[in-house]
Nanobody, 116 residues
């Protein structure tokens, strides 16, 4: 099983980035997918998630700025991040959760740095 995250980088405040997470080795369509982030000295927190039927939810801090989506044909989940703020700086992790089947997988993380 592999979750390969990509798309992180350095961007100025107000800019945009699009993260991608390509999954392999799992039956992607049955997994809920999520993005979490962890800033230095802080706990990992949920940013956004999309269920296997396409329902989404977001952390209050990113509502209206970030959009999560999935493409089951490509086994990929995306996180479009707009109007980025310095407080969005963190390592972003992709997560796959099969719910009642009890399987949880994490990607390796991708660094997002937003300069002021």
């Amino acid at each position: 099983v592999q979750l390969q995250a990509s798309g992180g980088g350095l961007v100025q405040a107000g800019g945009s980035l699009r993260l991608s997470c390509a999954a392999s080795g799992i039956r992607f369509s049955i997994f809920g997918m999520g993005w979490y982030r962890q800033a230095p000295g802080k706990q990992r927190e949920l940013v956004a998630r999309v269920t296997r039927d396409g329902s989404t939810n977001y952390a209050d801090s990113v509502k209206g700025r970030f959009t999560i989506s999935r493409d089951n044909a490509k086994n990929t989940v995306y996180l479009q991040m707009d109007s980025l703020k310095p407080e969005d700086t963190a390592v972003y992790y992709c997560n796959a959760n099969s719910g009642i089947y009890g399987l949880v997988y994490w990607g390796q993380g991708t660094q997002v740095t937003v300069s002021s």
